[in-house]
């Protein structure tokens, strides 16, 4: 027979997290209700954050940098995230896991120098 009180714990945090979601869900919307957020005006509709309208044909072309600055910012976002385990367990792995990580910084070091170099970087 299996012990059926074993299985509370998760039962409680799947409850908690049903609970939390479900709050992070309905509240804003109850909260646009009663402020009157809920009403859409010309300038909430505005585009904002992407520099060009959001709403216009498809086929439409823009500037490729959006791009560009999208990658650069993923790549050096993961690579700053390969920082951190690192950092933690430096004193652990010894002298080879530091000079591979300082090869690993100086070839980031010479990527982010030749973006700049060549206006990667740069915005008009």
């Known amino acids: 027979m299996v012990d059926l009180s074993e ?6 945090f799947l409850g908690v997290a049903l609970v939390l979601s479900s709050a992070f869900v309905f509240l804003p919307m109850i909260a646009a209700r009663f402020t009157g957020a809920h009403q859409p005006t010309p300038e909430k509709l505005t585009e904002y954050e992407c520099g060009f309208p959001a709403f216009e044909d498809s ?5 490729v940098r959006f791009y560009l600055v999208a990658i650069l910012f993923i790549i050096f976002d993961l690579e700053a995230a390969f920082l ?23 070839e980031l070091a010479l990527g982010l120098a030749y973006a ?6 740069d915005w008009e």
């Open 7 to 12: 299985y509370l714990p998760i039962l409680l």
């Open 59 to 63: 086929r439409s072309q823009f500037d």
């Open 84 to 106: 951190f385990p690192w950092a933690v367990t430096v004193f652990d792995l010894g002298w080879a896991a530091w000079i591979s990580m300082m090869i690993f910084i100086a």
């Open 116 to 121: 700049w170099k060549v206006g990667a970087l």
